[in-house]
């Protein structure tokens, strides 16, 4: 065997060094506790909320672990094989034979071991700082409940039922007002995951979960549906939004608000109530009573539809009343069957629902 | 080179391994005790928790009898492989057959449990959570319980065409340890389904 | 005597018709027959899993692609799951070991050999069946009725509310099958090995390829029952009526969780002690030393075996057990790295002070190392679950089980085939080619899987058929489909080597490793039936002491 193969080997294990590297100093790239400016990009290392914080710090403490280790471990794999390569071709004498050593296999027990316990002891202060955290006073309570492929919002305390677009607002030190969501599922399961609020929660039928965030920022924090749920799992966006305590008061009071009755639209508000949207829809104010699909109330408040599969806008709205499956193939409205004029009609009603 | 004995030059101990229909059949009865674990502990979750429909209370009944019958033959399977290991065969067959017939009527016992839940009781498998693990539990063992007939049925039949010989004892007492299983399993259901969730 | 005259058959001198010869494969009992058997099977079926997974890799190149339908894709992940696992891997490594473990411990076939044929050809239909979902049932949309409810097929999206048809009837079906096939293997395995060894072969003399498979097929016993149970539970709900993950009549989808993972955990280590098991024979004759702290080994291993099955609610983080809860399987789960550790180390330790050969073989079990390494420090990542509450369920997740599957796993087969293929087949391997299948494999696994970690810090969670752009995952995963691209050229100079063998490769010989073990004193291939004389052994190295008799294994072990 050529000294020379190996030595190729040799420089493109370093070159498989080098990557690792690189990806570590992206990673640590990716850390940093400040806020996002404009087109950065969000993740689990730009944490921006209580529990996203703790287990951010946990994590630090975690990656300095297995990384020290990942050095070690590779440096010695690295040395053996440059070392104890066999070098003459023609040399047929078998090295010295050895069994083994209870010393060695001592320390790399022990050793181990203690690393587990230190690990392990931080990880469970974290898990129940952040499962067993006390509810504030001024906590907000919000129910979530998952649906195919959308989610539900109810602030019981508060009198506002919404969709998938999640309002809540930044407290502080001297009044926290922490947001705790419990969650629910209509269908299968779900899971809530907003990266830099909070780790993720599974949303279970017949279970009740509960998560809370605390966002210390204002902002539009994005996240999606984190256990798979059928045809449109990938659609089913989240969308929360930490207001400032005053706008997240004018929110509510807008949202508490029976739905706006425009005469100007009466024929789109017409087909609305005759054409079975009602069985699926809620206006507030109006016959529309039915909990299958979102809540319309204030539809034209929210910045997305279709769970965040398409931008709220007059085009959007048109060709997903047209066809559903244009925007998100597999979701669970029918395309109605409706012509043109109607849905014109329509999407001018909808239009109005602020 | 050739697979030469690598032969020391005195000969040591006597090589003895455990037998392998005996191994083989340990590690069957551990595959099936976990399955059988999974269908108890399904059934212990759900104790209480049906939302409607009829309870244990409600409707189970001590099988005291069919109970007697099932563990009794375990004896008499035992006293089979007995008789066949002391070159008995005739007490063999007779031992076997009654085996097969306390098995049976441990099966009919439970068939007529069945027929007065359903029919008289309105418990079936799809009624609520304690008709479903019900009827799957004791059925997977009364699944298990016919197997076994069926096994002996046929080793009966060899045994009445005279095929059945004293050097296959070692058999008969590896399908023995299966029996046995069935019964030890029919002790926990009786004890998880009959006692404790009533 | 030479072996050429007790063999029946040497290589390419078999002129009986074509079709006797095929009904010889397809009757036979002999363990070598049936595991060459599941290997090529595993082979067929790999081919199958990597086609589903480029065509998830071309539709996730660029986010809001339209290569394949939601509905298509979502059968694809499921099936390339399914398939990998259970009619890759499994067969595979039950393949080596069915072949290996009687010709390592000097016997001549297995315990049962009939039940041997009978496992295989349960686990083949299986697939069959599994892939005859495609084209078969209801065919409802473009790409039949294959499952589409991931591989762990999680209630209620199962019941036949949510599921419809008969696509999760397959997934059931087929790996009831292949679990029946699967437990009757163990069976046979752990029977053949506390059975069948030749004389003075005590358990403490074994190879570590017949212990870790013994080990191995008790945790096959005991953790396939629990997902054969909960699948007849699946069926009785779906045409029953049962109610047992029904959670409109007060069932729980969280206890098909628990269920699915007590087997979920434990299959993962089934799969990857025999992984284990290649890498404890191939280092230690590529080093030219004994493995190092074979005592030891055996230990980890079991505990390895036993804390496997403490482990399983690892996977369910995230599904809001109680923080005492989670703290137990947080603490099992680190706890489970000290003997995985330990392995690593005494793997090192035997080619410390060794004269490494750089074979093809040896290159898979350092490639097995490093990546090895790295799967197993992402795993405690996920071990310390609030960690896991944001990584869990995402594509690092998915980048750290390709890590072990792949890149440990996988990386040892490719090595115990080419360690193994010249005792099969009896002649050599294109050691170029093999280098090219490395290398070419190397870069691609890393390609694809090393950047694969990131997008799942970045937010992006497993099971999506199209992602948003503007979240940073673009970048990412053109790489990661890149890197498909050099592992498929990577397998196609794996699939050509035994063709190029069969045509000019030279013969092997009985021994061309100059190894220890018994299946090394067969020739290559070996005899039917074969050991002509049952060898008796003195050492774990019958073949270091008949080549060093004065210097002989037995005087220090």
Redesign the interface.
């Known amino acids: ?1 050529k000294c020379s ?2 030595t190729r ?1 040799l420089s ?2 370093a070159a ?1 060094i080098a ?2 590297q690189g ?1 570590v100093l ?2 640590a790239r ?1 850390c940093s506790g400040a806020p996002l400016a404009p087109g950065q ?5 730009k944490p921006q909320s209580t529990p ?1 914080n ?2 951010f710090h ?2 630090l403490l ?2 300095a ?2 990384g020290l ?2 050095v070690v ?2 440096s ?2 690295v040395y ?2 440059a070392k ?4 003459d071709i023609d ?1 047929t004498c ?8 209870n010393q ?2 001592l320390a ?2 022990v050793i ?2 203690l690393i ?1 316990l230190v ?2 002891l931080a ?2 202060r ?3 700082s ?3 955290a006390p509810k504030p006073s001024g906590a907000i309570e919000v129910i979530a409940i998952g649906h ?1 492929f959308w989610w539900e919002f109810r602030y019981p305390a508060l009198g506002v039922v919404t969709a998938n677009e999640l309002h809540v607002p930044v407290g502080d030190a001297s009044n926290p007002t922490p947001t705790f969501l419990t ?1 629910l599922s209509a ?3 779900h ?1 809530f ?1 907003v ?1 830099q609020l ?5 949303l ?4 009740v ?2 998560t809370w965030i605390e966002p210390q920022q204002t902002g539009l924090y ?14 089913m ?1 989240l969308r929360v939004y930490a207001d400032s305590p005053e706008q997240f008061n004018q929110w509510v009071q807008r949202q508490k608000n029976p739905a706006i009755n425009n005469d100007a639209v009466a024929d789109g508000r017409r087909i609305f109530e005759t054409t079975a949207c009602v069985n699926c829809h809620a206006v507030s104010g109006t016959i529309a009573d039915g909990h299958f699909g979102p809540d319309l109330t204030h539809l034209m408040s929210r910045e997305t539809i279709a769970s ?1 599969a398409a931008l709220n806008t007059r085009e959007n709205l048109r060709a997903w009343l047209q066809n559903p499956d244009s925007i998100k ?2 979701s669970l409205m029918p395309a109605m069957q409706l012509n043109e004029k109607d849905l014109d009609a329509l999407t001018a009603y909808l239009l109005t629902l602020r | 080179m050739s697979s030469e004995a690598l032969t020391p030059s005195s000969s040591g101990p006597e090589w003895v391994l455990p037998s392998r229909g005996r191994v083989g059949m340990f590690s069957l009865i551990a595959a099936e005790s976990a399955v059988f674990t999974i269908f108890v502990v399904a059934y212990i979750f759900y104790l209480g928790k049906s939302v409607s429909g009829p309870t244990p209370k409600d409707v189970l009944e001590l099988p005291i009898f069919a109970t007697i019958c099932l563990l009794s033959s375990s004896l008499t399977i035992h006293l089979a492989v007995r008789s066949l290991r002391q070159a008995r065969v005739g007490a063999f067959g007779l031992w076997w057959f009654v085996t097969m017939a306390l098995g049976t009527i441990f099966l009919v016992g439970t068939g007529r449990e069945w027929r007065h839940l359903i029919y008289n009781k309105g418990l079936t498998v799809s009624t609520n959570l304690f008709g479903t693990t019900y009827y799957s539990l004791v059925g997977l063992h009364a699944f298990h319980v016919t197997v076994g007939l069926l096994l002996i049925a046929l080793a009966l039949i060899f045994t009445l065409l005279g095929k059945v010989k004293p050097e296959h004892s070692e058999r008969a007492e590896v399908f023995s340890l299966y029996w046995h299983f069935v019964d030890v399993v029919w002790v926990v259901v009786f004890t998880v389904v009959y006692i404790i969730g009533r | 005597m030479s072996s050429e005259a007790i063999a029946f058959t040497t290589v390419g001198q078999d002129t009986r018709p074509i079709s006797e010869r095929l009904h010889d494969w397809i009757v036979t009992v002999d363990h070598k027959k049936l595991g060459i058997l599941y290997i090529l099977y595993g082979l067929v079926f790999l081919v199958l899993g990597g086609i589903e997974a480029t065509i998830m890799r071309i539709q996730l190149i660029v986010p809001h692609n339209h290569f394949v339908s939601p509905q298509v894709f979502n059968r694809m992940f499921t099936m390339h799951g399914t398939t990998m696992i259970f009619f890759v891997v499994m067969p595979l490594l039950f393949g080596f070991g069915t072949y290996l473990i009687p010709l390592m411990i000097g016997a001549r076939d297995m315990a049962f050999p009939r039940l041997n044929a009978f496992s295989f050809w349960m686990t083949a239909f299986g697939g069959v069946l599994l892939y005859f979902s495609f084209i078969g049932g209801y065919g409802l949309y473009g790409a039949g009725n294959a499952p589409d409810v991931g591989w762990f097929a999680y209630a209620p999206l199962t019941a036949r509310a949510f599921s419809p048809g008969h696509s999760t009837d397959f997934w059931t079906l087929a790996l009831l099958i292949s679990g029946i096939g699967s437990i009757g293997t163990a069976v046979n395995f752990i029977t053949t090995i506390l059975s069948m060894r030749c004389p003075g072969m005590t358990l403490g003399k074994m190879p570590l390829l017949a212990w870790l498979n013994l080990i191995m097929g008790g945790m096959v016993i005991l953790a396939l029952s629990p997902l054969t149970a909960a699948q007849i539970m699946l069926s009785i709900d779906r045409y029953l009526g049962g109610h047992f993950f029904d959670t409109q009549a007060g069932g729980s989808a969280v206890l098909w969780m628990h269920f699915f993972w007590i087997f979920g955990h434990p299959e993962v280590y089934i799969l990857v002690v025999p992984a284990f098991a290649f890498v404890s024979e191939i280092i230690p004759v590529f080093s030219r030393k004994p493995i190092f702290g074979y005592p030891i080994m055996v230990a980890a291993t079991i505990c390895i075996g036993f804390i496997s099955f403490s482990v399983w609610a690892h996977h369910m983080f995230t599904v809001g057990m109680s923080s005492y809860g989670n703290t137990f399987f947080t603490v099992t789960s680190m706890i489970i790295a000290v003997p995985t550790g330990i392995k690593i180390f005494n793997w090192l330790g035997t080619m410390w002070g060794g004269k490494i050969q750089f074979k093809a073989p040896m290159l898979f079990c350092v490639g097995f190392l490093f990546q090895f390494l790295i799967a197993g420090l992402t795993g405690i990542m996920l071990a310390t679950s609030p960690f896991d509450w944001q990584l869990g369920n995402s594509y690092f997740v998915v980048a750290h089980f390709h890590y072990v599957i792949v890149g440990a796993i996988l990386f040892t087969i490719f090595g115990a085939f080419y360690y193994w293929f010249p005792k099969m087949s009896g002649r050599m391997y294109s050691e170029a080619l093999a280098k090219w299948h490395f290398w070419l494999f190397f870069i691609g696994f890393h390609l694809t899987f090393d950047f694969m970690h990131i997008p799942g810090i970045l937010g992006m969670p497993r099971r999506i058929y199209t992602y948003e752009p503007g979240r940073g995952w673009e970048i990412w995963n053109l790489i990661v489909t890149i890197g498909v691209l050099f592992q498929i050229f990577g397998v196609l100079a794996f699939l050509g080597n035994p063709l190029w063998s069969f045509w000019k490769g030279e013969l092997g010989g009985n021994d061309p490793w100059d190894a220890w073990t018994l299946e090394w004193s067969t020739t290559s291939p070996p005899p039917d039936y074969d050991f002509a004389v049952t060898p008796v052994v003195r050492s774990r190295r019958p073949l270091w002491d008949r080549k060093h008799p004065d210097d002989p294994d037995w005087k220090y072990e």
């Open positions: 065997m193969e190996h080997g493109l294990r498989g990557v690792l990806d992206f990673a990716l990009i969000p993740s689990i290392f996203a703790s287990i946990l994590s975690v990656l672990i297995t280790i990942f471990v590779f010695l794999l053996v094989v104890f390569r066999k070098r040399d078998e090295p010295p034979q050895v069994y083994g050593s060695i296999e790399w027990t181990p071991i587990v690990l392990f990880t469970a974290v898990i129940r952040i499962q067993d195919q969650l269908d299968t399961d899971s995951w990266p909070a780790g993720k929660t599974d279970i039928p017949n279970r979960n509960r994005l996240g999606q549906c984190a256990q798979y749920c059928g045809t449109q799992h990938a659609k966006l965040g193939p597999g």
